[in-house]
Nanobody, 118 residues
Framework: QVQLVESGGGLVQAGGSLRLSCTPS????????MGWYRQAPGKQREVVAT???????TYADSVKGRFTISRENPTNTVTLQMNNLKPEDTAVYYC????????????WGQGTQVTVSS
């Protein structure tokens, strides 16, 4: 079992920055990778960024060069640094375990709201 606790969302003006955090607990050693997803009103949930335990990262084209996913030791907290935010980044952001078969199924965080005003 894994629990994911997110924090760091909020309201920011366009061009501003926010930092999201996702702290796992439980069977952390079974987590191979983590991802950040987002879902805007009326849209499907989409992947924003992923990071493997080895440090390999991927980003959606829409956030490349603006967002950075990283991991902090020793808590294994996965962060998403979001710079130069745009109104279209407004969404609920979720963290999720990725590619971790020993967990049995993916785990999701509770979600945190990010709102970017123009």
């Amino acid at each position: 079992q894994v629990q994911l606790v997110e924090s760091g969302g909020g309201l920011v003006q366009a061009g501003g920055s926010l930092r999201l955090s996702c702290t796992p607990s439980g069977k952390i050693s079974s987590i191979n990778a983590m991802g950040w997803y987002r879902q805007a009103p009326g849209k499907q949930r989409e992947v924003v960024a992923t990071r493997t335990s080895g440090g390999t990262t991927t980003y959606a084209d829409s956030v490349k060069g603006r967002f950075t996913i990283s991991r902090e030791n020793p808590t294994n907290t996965v962060t998403l640094q979001m710079n130069n935010l745009k109104p279209e980044d407004t969404a609920v952001y979720y963290c999720k375990t990725e590619g971790s078969p020993l967990l049995g199924h993916p785990y999701w965080g509770q979600g945190t709201q990010v709102t970017v005003s123009s």
